[in-house]
């Protein structure tokens, strides 16, 4: 009998170091991307082309620059590729950290048109300096497309 609880336990202790390495390596794992350097080869371009080529987005932060910690608003300006004016799109937005592997820390959203293919965005928010990412998905006569933002802060 002690022998069939001793060999339990053994198992149990096993399973248990087992655990405790894997979630140190992964701990140790995402320290380390934390430290990393940002790829030498990002675009940091406030206009860019959509991922399929049917819009060109430009953004423009409240006061041209980005604050840290600060809930702000942009306009994101939407043209097609042959320079026409989105006015009427659905844009959904999303975006984080990609070496600290979270998202951003508001849920921010286009709240309306503004004309001549100006939209508002409000709900930013980067909580820490680093790259991140912005990404847009926009749905519109043209089609559906999506484009990311990289941000130095």
């Not at 940091?44 to 980005?66: M, N, W």
């Not at 100006?118 to 497309?145: C, L, P």
Request: charged share 20%.
């Amino acid at each position: 009998m002690s022998t069939l609880i001793d060999s339990r336990v053994r198992r149990s202790v096993a399973r248990a170091a087992a655990v405790a390495l894997a979630l140190t390596a992964l701990s140790l794992l995402t320290g380390c991307m934390m430290f990393a350097k940002a790829p030498s080869d990002l675009d940091y371009a406030r206009t860019r082309r959509s991922e399929v080529g049917l819009y060109v987005a430009t953004i423009h932060p409240t006061g041209d620059s980005i604050p840290r910690g600060k809930l702000h608003q942009w306009t994101l300006h939407l043209e097609t590729s042959a320079g026409v004016p989105v006015d009427s799109a659905n844009v959904s937005i999303d975006g984080g950290m990609p070496q600290h592997g979270h998202g951003l820390p508001t849920k921010p959203r286009v709240t309306r048109a503004l004309g001549h293919g100006d939209h508002m965005v409000e709900g930013m928010k980067f909580n820490m300096g680093g790259w991140w990412v912005v990404k847009f998905r926009i749905s519109a006569a043209s089609g559906r497309d999506s484009l990311v933002f990289n941000l130095s802060l």
